[in-house]
Nanobody, 122 residues
Framework: VQLQASGGGLVQAGGSLRLSCAAS????????MGWFRQVPGKEREFLAL?????????DYADSVKGRFTISRDNRKNTVYLQMNSLKPEDTAVYLC???????????????WGQGTQVTVSS
């Protein structure tokens, strides 16, 4: 599975961005998907995940709950992260990941995209 994240950029505080993560392969629908972010010198931070099964169970970190929304379109092999009410502390490289049996830990994910930079100005 190859993952390609896009949609990052520069936005003012309070603004919105939608990140996309396109996956290769025919098995996209069988993988759970997640979003993380990372800043230099800090550990990778879990943001959100969405299950592979019908009903699409989601889970969010407290830091983004109510502001970020994860969704997926299996017809397009793509997972999204809608980010609203962005804050300067949301500035980071955002990474998408996939796995068969995932939790909030990076180690539970099997495949990673290259990341897309999000910068929120104050």
């Amino acid at each position: 599975v190859q993952l390609q994240a896009s949609g990052g950029g520069l936005v003012q505080a309070g603004g919105s961005l939608r990140l996309s993560c396109a996956a290769s392969g025919r098995t996209f629908s069988t993988y759970a998907m997640g979003w993380f972010r990372q800043v230099p010198g800090k550990e990778r931070e879990f943001l959100a995940l969405i299950s592979s099964t019908s009903g699409y169970i989601t889970d969010y970190a407290d830091s983004v709950k109510g502001r970020f929304t994860i969704s997926r379109d299996n017809r397009k092999n793509t997972v999204y992260l809608q980010m609203n009410s962005l804050k300067p502390e949301d500035t980071a490289v955002y990474l998408c990941a996939s796995g068969m049996s995932v939790t909030r830990t990076p180690e539970s994910f099997d495949y990673w995209g290259q990341g897309t930079q999000v910068t929120v100005s104050s």
